[in-house]
Each structure stands twice: as C-alpha cells, then as structure tokens.
C-alpha cells in the first residue's frame, strides 16, 4: 500500500498521484466546471479577449487548462503540478486533442517558481488547500503576485467539504479533518471544517491586489439533483483513494473504514439523502 | 451596412439570417451556438476552423472575411505537427501499461477506461462536433453457459451527448450493432443510420448518425465491444481513423480480466425489449443496490457498490429476457 510522506515526497496531495486520481480529477473538474457556472464565469467577455497568458498552478491532470486552451485558441495556457505522473498525463492529453496552445511542466509550488517577473495575465489556483500546507500560503501568494503582469488577475477557488444528512459521511470528513490537521493542511481554528474560504481575500490583499472581489457556488449531490451521479462517483472514489492517507495518518483503523465506506455507499444512495460543498472564488487586480 | 470593423462583427451581421447560420454551420461541422460563441468572443475558433469558415462563405465576403483577419493578425496556419495520424502516441500506451501494473484490482476497470475513452474522444472528435464513445461487456454466462446479452457498462460523450453516459447505459442483444460486432468478432460499421439500407443490425439512438462497434478479444476470446456513436455521417471511413480505433479497442481490452473473456461459441444473444421499455425497469435499479447493500451490512458481511451493481443487473437481464420471450 501507498503511504503518506510528504516530507520524503514534498508532496502533500492528500490522494497520492496514481492513475485513478489522475482520472478521477479530470472527472472532478467537470463537476466543479458545472457548479462554479464555466472555466471563468466571473470574468466578462471583453477582458477575456485581452487575456493571452494563463497559468495554472497545481493543475492535476490539466482538466481546466485543457478546457480554457479548447475554448480560447487566443490564450497560451501553462499548467504546473508537482506530479511527473499528473504532468505526463495531461501533456498526453493536450496532444491527442491537436492543442498547441496548452503545456504542462512539472513544478513545486513551495518553492520559487520557474517563471520570469509578470509573465501572465491571469494566474489560477484551485483547491489548492488540498496541496499544500496552510505555512506554504503566504510565500506562494507573494510569487503569483511577482509572476503576474501589471493588471492582470490572480484567481484563487477553495472549497468546505461539504454538508450532508449522512452518518458515515460525516463520520468519515471528521476523521479527514483530524488527518488534515496532523498534516498541517487546515485552516480552521478547532479542526471541524478546512477554514480555506475567509482567507482568499486576505491572501490578495496582504500581496497587494487590488479590485478584489468574490463570488460563492455550491455543487449539490442530494438525491435528484443534477450532480448527484457525478458527486457520489466522485466521493466514493475520493474515500477509496484517501484510505493510504487516514489509514497512514493514525485517525481510523483499516477495517473501520471499509464498513464505513459500506454504509456511506447505501445512505448517499437513499431518496432522503442531502449533501452540498460550497466554494468560494476570489480574484484581484495586480496595480 | 457599415463595413465591419473586426471578423467577429462581420460574422455577426451573416448569421443575423437563421437559415444562413444553420448552411454555415452545417457545412463546417459545428453547431450553429458554437458560431455565436465565436460572435461573442466566448470561445475562439481554431485556425482550421477559420480555413473552413473561409470556405463556407459567399466569394463577397470570403475576401472581406480574408483581409479583416489579416488586420487583426489572425492566423490560419496550424503551427504544430500533429500526431501520425493512425497512432496512438506511444508515451501514452506507456501510461496505460503503468496505470495496469499499478491500479488496484477493485480500481482497474474504472481507471483504464475512463483513461482511454477520455484520450480516445479527444484524438477521434478534436472538434467536438459530436461523438460517444461507450464500453459494452458481456453480461455473465446464464446457467446454460451462455451469454445472452451484452450491457453498457461506461461510457463518455462531446455535445450533443452529455459528458457522462453511464447513467444511461442500456442493455444490447441480437438486434444491436454491438451485438453483431462480438458475436461476430468482427468489426462492424453503419455509416448512415438514418437510411435503411444497412444490411448490419442496428438502431438508431439519440443524435446517432454513425455508428461502428469494435470486439474487445483475448486469446481468441471475447469480452464485448467499443462502441462508437458519431453525429456525422461516414465518420467511420476513414482507414486512418478505423486503424486508430482498433488501437484503442486494444488498450480498453486491457481493463478486463481474463476469466471476463468468452469463447465465442458461448455467445448466443437475445433480443433485447426496447430502450424506453428496460428504462422503466431500471427506475427500481436504484432500490434494487440498497436492498443488497442492507442485507449484506445487517448480516455483517462486506460488499463493494460494484458487487451489489452485477447482481442486480443479473436480476434486470434474467426480467428483460423473460419480457422479451412473452412479447415474441
């Protein structure tokens, strides 16, 4: 079994960078595409035309970078991850899809980034909470600001893990918290939800953006709703692919997991089940 | 009318006239909102898609077409060489071999079809001017050792089908292309579902117009097929893009286990009742996996979501067939 060592690795992603996460991210950023209302949804048409240059940190297997590429041939989009697998994956991505406006390297985010002084117009970074630990956030922000040209945007989207009328659920995102406080990747001040959402705008501001606004979403996977397939598939995998991580972490016994995850599958699947996850989106102007 | 001021503006005044928006559009291969996304400057065409739009214009504004991209120093040259175009890059194939050496049995299925069909649709459908890609398995043998149908098991689409198709996956039998194509081990191809000319046994789905299914083989066994579902009529000439397929119907074969693959004789499909008719069927689909799941979690015993799922849809196939028996 894989086991959670980002001291060894610098890689703090809570479900390591196998395959199936490479797929099953791909799959996420759908769900958050569709949630979040589109790739830029709060950016009007006119300042999209004058965007050429985009980064996007900690990109995963390149879901939104592909899409913003696919959408906008104007753009040069560069995505960086850690993750030679992830890097690997979403350059094969970009060439079967013929984009040439789209690449991939691989990069640490805790450290100096590889790009000259205000190099890009928009610099995106989501759920990167999930990442990289909370003491990585304020050094990460002052290299997206020197990175990012004059006017142009830095965009940051984190996500609370969600609501739900669910027993094993809550049970499990409990357990989740604890192991993400032990690892140093939450925010909060008693370890009972992440706490990312308040401190977005405080990243931009304390680097010197200005204009800096925000705008919520939700993705609701209740019963019927329209993302419910999405979200149980989504969850389901997330839980089977962070047992390395909670199991190595010390919070829940290898058994215990897999009968929670057991009853976590029928209760997401009754007619009275509710869940949401909220996410916030912050984005400021750099003067 | 004012001369126009940028290719955007130009456009706009054109497809003002709905029936000149749907020629444009038809003849270039895309549909008609994705010309007003261009309108809007929501998305961007690609340089080829610029070619065709050259093209699909009256010789009138072809030329103003031509010298308003070239004042906004637009251009029509794609830059990078593309792949070959009947290979599957080989950094690629690699991954595939690695995520098989590396994935979890429990995991495996998901993982490398998702990994290919994702890969698949890009490279077949760049364009996204339509097309489904869905993985058909047997289903297990019936105590006669027999496989009588065939079930959708995964599946991914561009527009006009939504992204994920798994939540309308149907079960396929004698009277299906797919069932042709493993029954047959053969690869079967409809170029034009809307005639009824096709000596192959079909039907046509949602948005359908073209159709090829590819066995999935193994040691000279079978375990279903790759189904393919474009928009576009004769998308499935082209040599190089058959070549392309059978590639990918390679890799996705990898996703199965051995004991998944039937000898061929085994085979001996059924008709299967209509779509509408196995969709009502499967509204219980749901219940049907937390009676399962209960069951086993008050008798203390572990069962995954995916064990639960064939069980039931063994139930659904046993009903289907018996449905169809009484209406013959």
Redesign the interface.
């Given at each position: 079994m894989e086991t959670y060592d980002p001291a060894k690795t610098k890689n703090w992603y809570i479900l390591g960078d196998?395959?199936?996460e490479?797929?099953h991210l791909?799959?996420q950023d759908?769900n958050f595409n569709t949630s979040m209302g589109g790739l830029l949804p709060e950016q009007s048409?006119?300042p999209?035309?004058l965007i050429s240059h985009v980064l996007d940190v900690a990109c995963g297997p390149g879901g939104w970078a592909l899409e913003l590429g696919?959408?906008?041939?104007?753009m040069q989009v560069t995505g960086i991850d850690i993750s030679a697998n992830m890097i690997?994956?979403a350059?094969?991505?970009a060439?079967?899809?013929?984009l040439?406006n789209v690449s991939f390297k691989v990069g640490n985010i805790t450290e100096p980034l590889d790009f000259s002084d205000a190099s890009f117009d928009l610099v995106n970074a989501r759920h990167i909470e999930e990442v990289i630990p909370v003491t990585a956030f304020p050094p990460l922000f002052q290299e997206l600001f020197r990175i990012t040209r004059r006017g142009g945007i830095i965009r940051i989207t984190g996500s609370e893990w969600g609501v739900t009328n669910s027993f094993a659920y809550e049970t499990l995102m409990r357990q989740l918290l604890r192991a993400s406080r032990i690892a140093g990747l939450d925010f909060s001040a008693d370890g009972r939800n992440i706490g990312i959402a308040p401190w977005l705008r405080r990243f931009l501001r304390d680097v010197g953006c200005v204009n800096i606004q925000e705008r919520p979403s939700f993705l609701d996977f209740s019963a019927g709703a329209l993302q419910q397939?999405?979200g149980y598939r989504d969850l389901?995998?997330a839980f089977?692919l962070m047992q390395p991580f909670l199991v190595g972490v010390g919070v829940v016994a290898p058994q215990e997991f897999?009968?929670l995850k057991?009853?976590l599958?029928?209760e997401m699947?009754?007619d009275s089940f509710r869940g949401i996850v909220y996410t916030l989106t912050a984005w400021g102007q750099k003067p | 009318m004012e001369q126009p001021s940028s290719w955007r503006e130009l456009l706009k005044s054109i497809i003002s006239d709905p029936a000149e928006r749907e020629r444009i559009a038809n003849e270039i291969g895309v549909r008609s909102i994705t010309l007003t996304r261009w309108i809007?400057?929501?998305?961007?065409?690609?340089?080829h898609n610029l070619r065709q739009l050259l093209h699909a214009l009256p010789k009138q504004h072809r030329d103003l077409l031509s010298s308003l991209l070239g004042e906004e120093h637009i251009d029509l040259t794609?830059?990078?060489a593309?792949?070959p175009p009947d290979e599957i890059?080989y950094?690629?194939v690699r991954?595939v071999f690695?995520?098989r050496a590396?994935?979890s049995s429990?995991?495996l299925f998901?993982?490398?079809c998702?990994?290919v069909v994702?890969?698949a649709l890009?490279?077949l459908d760049?364009e996204?001017i339509g097309m489904a890609i869905t993985v058909v398995q047997c289903m297990p043998a019936s105590s006669e050792g027999k496989v009588r149908s065939l079930r959708e098991r995964m599946g991914l689409g561009t527009p006009p089908w939504e992204?994920?198709l798994?939540?309308k996956a149907i079960f396929l039998g004698a009277e299906s292309l797919a069932g042709y194509a493993v029954a047959k081990c053969r690869q079967g191809v409809v170029n034009e579902l809307r005639e009824s000319t096709a000596f192959l046994p079909a039907y046509q789905v949602e948005y359908e117009v073209s159709a090829l299914a590819h066995p999935l083989l193994y040691a000279n066994r079978v375990a279903g097929c790759l189904l393919l579902s474009s928009t576009e009529p004769n998308y499935f000439l082209s040599s190089a893009r058959l070549s392309l397929i059978a590639d990918y119907a390679q890799l996705i074969a990898l996703a199965f286990t051995p004991e998944q693959f039937v000898p061929v004789e085994q085979i001996e499909l059924q008709l299967m009742p209509t779509v509408e008719r196995q969709r009502e069927l499967f509204a219980t689909f749901?219940q049907r996996?937390?009676v399962v799941?209960?069951e086993?979690?008050n008798t203390n015993r572990?069962?995954?979501?995916i064990e639960?799922e064939q069980l039931v849809w063994q139930q659904l196939e046993e009903e289907l067939i018996h449905i169809s028996t009484l209406a013959r």
């Open positions: 196998s395959s199936t490479g797929v791909i799959e759908v048409q006119e999209l035309s696919q959408a906008h041939a104007h690997e994956y350059n094969a991505q060439r079967a899809s013929g040439d397939s999405g389901t995998l089977e897999e009968e057991q009853r599958s029928v699947l009754e | 809007t400057g929501e998305s961007t065409p690609r340089p794609d830059t990078v593309s792949e890059d950094q690629f991954q690695e995520a590396t994935t429990n995991l998901w993982t490398l998702r990994k994702l890969h890009r490279r760049p996204r992204g994920d798994e939540h749901q996996i937390i799941m209960k086993a979690l572990l069962i995954t979501r639960a």
